[in-house]
């Protein structure tokens, strides 16, 4: 199970990234793009979700298309799911209490790489 001292950790320790707050909640920037972010559920998601809404901490992640997304969304079980908020825009929401570090740290990492500038990026990998 993940918490957000996690989130922090894997987030700020990846190359350029910042936390500022967007909207009073935490979001973990690289450069100028969010990638990861504290996305409680809004009366509109609740709505939308009914029964099946979760409870605990959610986290929104950016990924890099809406085809990862589904697939996510599709094979996520109790951690990956979205709402109509997100329809048509590449980003999924996880049950942080539902997932376990290593996971998290693949899936911010993957969201940090998607969203960094490319020079950053081929020195985080080391290619020249």
Same mark, same amino acid.
């Given at each position: 199970? *993940?918490?957000?001292?996690?989130? @922090?950790?894997?987030?700020?320790?990846?190359?350029?990234?910042?936390?500022?707050?967007? @909207?009073?909640?935490?979001? !973990? !920037?690289?450069?100028?793009?969010? #990638? %990861?972010?504290?996305r409680p559920l809004r009366s509109t998601d609740l709505a939308?979700?009914?029964?099946?809404? /979760?409870?605990? /901490?959610? &986290?929104?992640? @950016?990924?890099? +298309?809406?085809? %990862?997304? *589904?697939?996510?969304?599709?094979?996520?079980? +109790?951690?990956?799911?979205?709402?109509?908020? #997100?329809?048509?825009? /590449?980003?999924?929401?996880?049950?942080? +209490?539902?997932?376990?570090?290593?996971?998290l740290t693949e899936l911010i990492t993957e969201a940090w790489? +998607?969203?960094?500038? =490319? =020079? &950053? %990026? =081929?020195?985080?990998?080391?290619?020249?």
């Amino acid at each position: 199970m *993940a918490t957000w001292d996690d989130v @922090r950790r894997i987030a700020l320790g990846l190359p350029g990234t910042s936390e500022r707050p967007s @909207r009073d909640h935490a979001h !973990w !920037w690289v450069g100028e793009k969010g #990638f %990861v972010w504290e996305r409680p559920l809004r009366s509109t998601d609740l709505a939308a979700l009914g029964a099946a809404a /979760p409870g605990g /901490p959610i &986290l929104g992640v @950016r990924v890099p +298309d809406l085809g %990862v997304k *589904a697939a996510l969304v599709e094979q996520g079980g +109790d951690v990956y799911f979205t709402t109509p908020h #997100f329809d048509g825009y /590449p980003a999924v929401l996880v049950q942080l +209490d539902h997932i376990d570090v290593q996971e998290l740290t693949e899936l911010i990492t993957e969201a940090w790489l +998607d969203r960094a500038p =490319k =020079k &950053l %990026v =081929k020195e985080y990998l080391g290619e020249s």
